[in-house]
């Protein structure tokens, strides 16, 4: 059965988180060196924590091959991820799905790194409902039309898209943090890695560009039981309800919304985000 915690305004999964790891992962002492993978659910989280491991990794696939991503990119907020976080190698590559405003404080006094990926929320919306299907630690969508107006409104777990992104987006000027989406690394994945190793000064091996195209793309993500979430059990994942890489596509929502969905959709992005300055690599919803 699905239980739900309740953190710093927003719903979360109580099979994943219990507060006090919230309160950990809040409380967290970064050091400089670390990079931090930010992002709202179903935004490229799994495949900028495959790219990283491959920069870092100079190329060299078998970390990536061998050793489970929750642990190569563990999560400040999961409960399961405790004992990877005591990990002492330098760099360490964190992910958290967690909102600016929780982390910010701690994010600000050290010199970490942040790598926020954004995507068209609605591709995120069309994915996440998905995931609900699949992942037993949500609750049960019942329609994708309920779903996407719990969606617009943000009571959907994770909380609100929209603030998500504007937080992290309000940290700009505050955190050594670089933005980047979904459809960029769908559209120039070298250019991308190479933004990538400028900001992290981590210098681009001769053949880590060829290795991160061949390792990354979704066919050999979707096939690498490191990456594809296959390990985790039926009673937390029922993978018969569908594949955690499901289509890795950029537009999937036209197949999904209806015009009226579409413009009740656009209203909303335009109320929230109209006034926002958004990066210029940034999807139009
Ligand atoms: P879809 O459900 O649209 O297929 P996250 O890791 O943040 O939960 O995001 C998961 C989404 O990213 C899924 O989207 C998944 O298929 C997609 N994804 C993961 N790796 C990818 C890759 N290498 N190429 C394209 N999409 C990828």
Known sequence: MEVTETFAGIALPGHLHTQESLGFAAAFTFRPTDVLIATYPKSGTTWMQEILTLLFSLGDARPAKTIPNWERAPWLEQIYCREA????????????????????????????????????????AVSFYHFHHLAKFLPDPSSFDDFLTQFLEGTVHYGSWFDHVKG??????????????????????RGTAQRLSTFLGCPLAPG??????????????????????????????????????????????????S???????????????????????????
């Open 85 to 124: 976080l005591q990990d002492t190698e330098t760099p360490r590559l964190l992910t958290t799905h967690l909102p600016a405003h929780v982390l910010a404080p701690a994010l600000q006094r050290s010199k970490a790194k942040v790598i926020y990926v954004a995507r068209n929320p609605k591709d995120v």
């Open 259 to 285: 015009p009226e969905q579409n413009a009740l959709f656009n209203r909303r992005y335009q109320e929230e985000m109209g006034a926002m300055e958004l990066p210029s690599q940034w999807p139009m919803a």
């Open 168 to 189: 992290w987006l309000g940290q700009r000027h505050l955190l050594d943090i670089l933005y980047v989406t979904y459809e960029e690394l769908h559209q120039d994945l």
């Open 208 to 257: 880590t560009l060829a290795a991160l195209e061949q390792h990354c793309s979704f066919s050999a993500m979707r096939d690498n039981t490191m990456a594809n979430y296959s390990l985790i059990p039926n009673e937390i994942m029922d993978h018969s309800q569908g594949r955690f890489m499901r289509k890795g596509v950029v537009g999937d929502w036209r197949s999904h919304f």
